[in-house]
Each structure stands twice: as C-alpha cells, then as structure tokens.
C-alpha cells in the first residue's frame, strides 16, 4: 500500500520539478546560457500568490470560493512572474548578448543574490505560511486503492499537466514555436530568415517565468510555506533534472524531473530518508557517465 | 574541442552555484556591534590609560545565536531580550561606572559560522562574556574558541548533552540538558499518554538527534518497543515520503524534535492533508505563538511540547518583564525570558568580579559564575553543577489549545 501512495508523492514532486526545469531548459536551449534567477522568478511567484491569498482571507470571501481564489493566486503570479522574467532578460541579458559566454552568467547570479536578498530582507528572512487547508477544503481528497492524493497535490499534477501539453502542442504546432526551434538550432541563421530574434527570446523568457509562477503558487499549496531561499534550493534539483533529460530539450526536461523525484521519493521509503539526495544524485552521476548528454539530449555536433 | 570547452563551463558553474550558496547562506553574518567598534576600543583603551578618571568604562556582552535563517524568530526575540536585560542593568545602578553594551553575533546556527564569530568576540578585550550559541550545533564549534580566550558563556538553550560533559570550564547552561529531557518526555509519554508505539523524526542535527536517541533510548528502557525512525534535513519542505511511513505505522505519538517552528507547523500542516493526525510531541525550540500555532492554521492543535523552564505567564516575577517586552516587540518565543535570565546571571557574576582599572579579569568572572546563586524571573534560584549544568529547575510539559500554549505537567529533576 505504500507503494501507491509514494507514487503520488513522485508525481506531485515530479511535477514540481518539471514546471521549473521547463525554464531552465527552455532559455537554454535557445541562448546557450543557466538563467540563474530563474530560482527567484519561482519564489516570487509562491509570495504573490501568498499575498492574493492573505487579501482574500483577510476579506472572509475565501472559505465559499476556492474555485475562485486560486484561479486569482496563480494568474496574478503568472502576470508578475512573465513580467518579471521579461524585464530580468530585458535589463540584465539583453546587453550581454554578445559579451563573452560567462558575463550572462555572473550577470544572471547577481539577479538572482538581488532578488533573493531583497525578498529576504523584506520577509525578515522568515517564511510565510500557505493556509492551504482553508484555500482548499480536505473533502476534496481523492482516495485510489490505498493511496490518499489531497486536493493541493492532484492540484499540482493536473495544473502541471494542462501546462505541459499545452506547452508541447505550442512549441511543436505554432508559428511561434516553430520559429523558436529555429532560434535554437542557430540563432544567425533564423534571423537571416526574418525572425525576430529578440522577440522570440522575451517569448521564451515569458513562458518560463509564467511556468515558473506556476510552480510557485502550486509549491506553497504543496509545502504549506513558501520562504526567501526555495527558489535556490528547489532551483538545485531542477536543474538537476534539466541535466538528466539533456539540457536544452524540452521533454527531457519532465522525463528528467519525474526520474528524479521517483528516484528520490522511493529512495527515502525503502533505503532512508537520510540518504534521500545521495540516492538522487548517485543516480544522475551513473546516468550521466553512460550518456554524457542527458537523456534526450543531442549529441553536440563538433564544430571544427 | 567542443566537449572539452562544455566541461570547462560545467565546472565554472558548478562554482559558481556554490559561491551563490555561500552567498545566499550568510546574509549578514559579521559580529556587529551596536555602537561602532573602533571606537570602543580606543575608549576603553583609554580610560586604561589614563585609570580611573570618574569617565565611564564601556563593556560588552556577546550575543550569539541565530538572528538569521531558519531559526531568526527565536534568535531575534533572544536578542531583544539581551538588550532589555543590559539596558535594565545599567539603568539599575549597580555598577554605576561601567556602561554595557551588546554585540551581536549572527551565527544562523551554522557551525562553522558560530566558529567565525566566536574568533571575533574572544579577541575583543572589552567582551566580558558571551550569551549563547542558542543551538548545540553552535556551541560545540565554538565552545573551544571561547575556551582558549577564556570568554565565560551563559547558553540559553543549548541542551545538548555532550556540550557540558567534555570538560571545558567556560560553558554555563540555564536549561536542562537533554539526558534529563529525554527521559522526562519518555516518562510523560510512557505514564500518562500510554504509548505503546512510537514514531521519531530527527533533522539530523546535534540537538535534534541527541534528543531523539535520548527519547528512544528511554522509551525502550520503559518498555515501548515498536519504534521506527526517520531524519529529514533543515532544508527539507516536502514531508510527503517520511509521512507516508508514518501513516502506514500509525503510532501513538509522533516525536518530532525539530528546532524550527516553521518547519515543525508545516510538517503537521502536511500530515493534516494527507488526511490523518496522530498525536505529536514537538520539542522545546517549537514554542512560538506564530509560526507554530497561528500559521498552522489548526494543524498543531493538541501537539505537546517541551518547555525547559517554567511558562514564564506562570511566574508572578516574570510579569514585569513579559508586559515590558510584549509592548514593543508584542510576543515573546520560547528562550526570551531565558535570554534575559541568562544576560542577569552573567552580569550578576561581572559585579561580583568587578573592574579594575577599565578590565575585567575573564578567568574571574568565570569563577564567580560558578558560584551563581540567583533567582530571577524565572523563579528558581539559579546555581550550575561542576560542569556547568544547571543544578536546579525542572521539564515542563506544554500543549497547543486554541491560540496559545498551556501547561499540562511539571516533572522535577531529580
């Protein structure tokens, strides 16, 4: 029985894991670089999710309306987190483009130490709670075989699973994800054939920041807090999990989360929660010395 | 080629993501003091110099704790305590010719931090003794630093068994330590709750294992032998594979001796939406009116804690103080009036040394702590063993009702 009920606690991680390494993967695929803030974009969005839901508790509107209070929760840090995203590639990447390869890099990690100093200082470097049980009532659990999945955490798994085919039907379908795997494969070459490069950039930058507010929102319903640092400390485990796909491949990306939240998840319910990331991370040494470029991930032509 | 440059590039990033680790771990972390340090050494050097001229002699008094992190609500509200226990002193007139100050040292119950600002406090002549590192962790880093520079400590909270035991004589505690601890929640746990089953989680860390094999040891010594155990980590938010085993057991209490409120409400925010409850026991550093009760929003109603002291709402001589402190910093957590008690037995000792010629002899004042015999705000009187232990005092059990903590049962030391 607590076979099932594990693996529900895999996908409910897994899909956390996925919603953030989406961003990670996406920006590198296109721009060759690690967006570092990319941790912070994901906090933000957990904190304006905080504070939508605050207001509304505030207001006493909240305990008729979860339908509608979580909807607010995760368009408003949708809105700020591609916003946010936005201007970070705007301000901080844009000028660089064309600086050597480490200088978005350093840039990148002075965003994400700015923001995270700054949402620390504000929040006295506490965390702030989530009042999950009042957003979402706990009848709404679903009970399958043994396992009990809570409202928050088929939350997470259906948002991420709309969000993630969505996703591939834009990136794969579209004009504009047309153009943006043209932008990935070489950036020169698609600008020759009328794309707007920087457009296509700011594109990418928005939808992983929007994922990313996603992620946010959904993790502080699923932790039940949401603190000045979770950016960075989950921002090690996607990345991670961006890694293990093949960076830079999208669906690499969500086989590489939900590989690493199972290995991590069954890891700690059969061998021990002590060596949980020993166990992760053990795993992606040996996977990565059989195939050094990820999972899905392509083999880098050699440029000669 | 290209291979080559990539693995270059990983490992510069790897680098990098460390660098930004330690970053982001020290916000802040430099032994501040509240007037400028520079010159308060001249000034002291000073009034040496020129001996007794009728001119005030500046001291100071370290604090050391976590004002940051995970732990900064308790760390802050010690801290403040520290200050009023300072201001309150010089305001009292006992030592009309000395001016004490208070030096931060932010240690964020790092080590290896609370190492780095020990260093600092031990070389700064004018230190005349150190309240805390409030966390074990802390205090078994510095503790041979503190030793060296003979800087006499007074810890509010660090409980750890092995701290007084190995034989350092600058280290004083005014909480009990974990061998009394442990088996007194055994006991409680075993005599009035009837446990037959049990399920412990420790974060790994000094404080919170060393309690946890106390627990466990005392448990099995009682008779309750279907125990099984887990660790998380400090980092840790996801519960969800260490509570899933604590389900399938369903023991009879769920002993979970974490030292973050935040962290020890979300872990029962989480077993509350996984749909069950079974009774827990937080530990002592839990007791914190807002992260622990408010912001779990009902999922810690009924939880017990430790108290190592008496609640200070109890004791008449502790009313004073809880209304002064609670209308500027409005609530107080579970080490604030230790904190206090702590920074006045220190003090207390520094009197009876006294100053002689702008100094104060560290090695005296450490003599003179030894021989404490002073009664507070907590409302015992307060004496330590050779060891450093406290002499005297008791385990309180506590529990969350409604919005805040009620004692349930006092266990004497024996």
């Not at chain 2, 946890?212 to 840790?236: F, H, M, W, Y």
């Amino acid at each position: 029985m607590e076979v099932q009920q594990q693996l529900i606690n895999a996908l409910t991680l897994g899909s956390v894991y996925a919603l953030f390494a989406l961003g990670y993967s996406m920006v590198y695929g296109i721009l060759e670089m690690l967006n570092f803030a990319h941790g912070e974009v994901f906090m933000i969005g957990g904190f304006v999710g905080y504070l939508v839901s605050t207001a509304f508790i505030a207001d006493g509107v909240l305990a008729a309306s979860p339908l509608i209070v979580i909807p607010i929760m995760l368009v408003a840090a949708v809105i700020c987190c591609s916003a946010l995203g936005v201007t970070i590639e705007f301000l901080a990447y844009r000028p660089l483009r064309k600086a050597a390869r480490l200088a978005p890099l350093i840039s990148a990690l002075g965003v994400s130490i700015l923001l995270q100093s700054v949402v620390g200082v504000i929040t006295g470097y506490r965390a702030r709670p989530y009042s999950t049980h009042l957003l979402l009532p706990t009848d709404w659990t679903i009970t399958i075989g043994n396992a009990t999945i809570p409202p928050e955490r088929w939350l997470v798994i259906l948002v991420t699973a709309i969000c993630l085919i969505a996703l591939d039907a834009y990136i794969n379908r579209s004009q504009v994800g047309k153009a943006m795997r043209a932008t990935s494969q070489d950036r020169e070459a698609a600008a020759f054939m009328g794309i707007s490069v920087n457009r296509i950039i700011s594109t990418t930058f928005l939808i992983g920041s929007a994922l990313a507010g996603i992620g946010g929102v959904l993790t502080g319903l699923y932790y039940t807090q949401v603190d000045f640092a979770m950016g960075f400390a989950l921002g090690m485990k996607a990345f991670t999990a961006a890694v293990l796909g093949g960076i830079g491949n999208f669906r690499g990306a969500v086989l590489g989360a939900f590989i690493l939240a199972g290995a991590e998840t069954f890891g700690s319910a059969f061998i021990s929660t002590t060596y949980k990331d020993v166990i992760a991370f053990a795993l992606l040494i040996v996977l990565l010395l059989f195939k050094p470029s990820g999972l899905l991930g392509q083999q880098a032509a050699v440029k000669v | 080629v290209k291979l080559a440059r990539n693995a270059i590039l990983v490992a510069l990033v790897l680098s990098l993501v460390l660098a930004l680790g330690l970053v982001a771990g020290c916000g802040g972390d430099e032994a501040t003091t509240t007037t400028a340090g520079g010159t308060d050494t001249t000034a002291a050097e000073q009034t040496s110099a020129t001996g007794s001229t009728g001119e005030k002699v500046e001291l100071k008094v370290g604090a050391a704790g976590p004002f940051t992190g995970q732990l900064a609500k308790i760390g802050t509200d010690a801290l403040q305590a520290i200050r009023m226990a300072v201001e309150d002193f010089n305001a009292s007139g006992a030592m009309p010719d000395v001016t004490f100050t208070v030096v931060e040292a932010d240690d964020g119950a790092d080590p290896a931090k609370a190492a780095t600002v020990a260093e600092k406090l031990a070389s700064d002549d004018a230190v005349i003794g150190v309240i805390g590192p409030m966390t074990s962790s802390a205090v078994k880093s510095s503790l041979p630093i503190y030793e060296e520079g003979m800087v006499p400590m007074v810890s509010q909270s660090a409980t750890n068994d092995e701290l007084s035991e190995s034989g350092y004589s600058v280290f004083h505690r005014i909480c009990p330590k974990d061998g009394v601890q442990g088996p007194s929640i055994a006991k409680f746990m075993i005599e009035d709750l009837g446990v037959q089953s049990a399920f412990l989680i420790d974060d790994k860390g000094t404080y919170s294992q060393g309690l946890a094999d106390q627990v466990e040891k005392a448990l099995k010594e009682g008779g309750v032998t279907n125990i099984q155990r887990e660790s998380i980590t400090p980092e840790d938010k996801d519960f969800s594979a260490v509570l899933t085993k604590v389900k399938a057991m369903n023991p009879d209490i769920l002993f979970a001796p974490i030292p973050s409120p935040a962290q020890g409400a979300a872990l029962e925010k989480q077993m509350l939406s996984m749909g069950f409850d079974v009774p827990a026991h937080a530990a002592d550093g839990a007791k914190d009116p807002t992260e622990f009760i408010a912001n779990a929003g009902g999922a810690t109603e009924g939880t017990y804690l430790t108290s190592l002291g008496p609640l200070p709402e109890s004791v008449p001589a502790a009313q004073d103080f809880l209304e002064r402190y609670t209308a500027k910093y409005k609530e107080t957590s579970l080490f604030t009036a230790q904190s206090y008690e702590a920074t006045m037995v220190l003090l207390e000792a520094v009197k009876k040394t006294g100053v002689d010629d702008g100094k104060v002899d560290r090695e005296a004042v450490n003599a003179a702590l030894a021989g404490t015999d002073y009664t507070g705000i907590m409302g015992f009187p307060i004496s330590f063993t050779a060891e450093g232990d406290l002499a005297a005092g008791g385990i309180y059990i506590i529990q969350v009702k409604g919005s805040e903590f009620v004692p349930v049962k006092a266990i004497e030391l024996d």
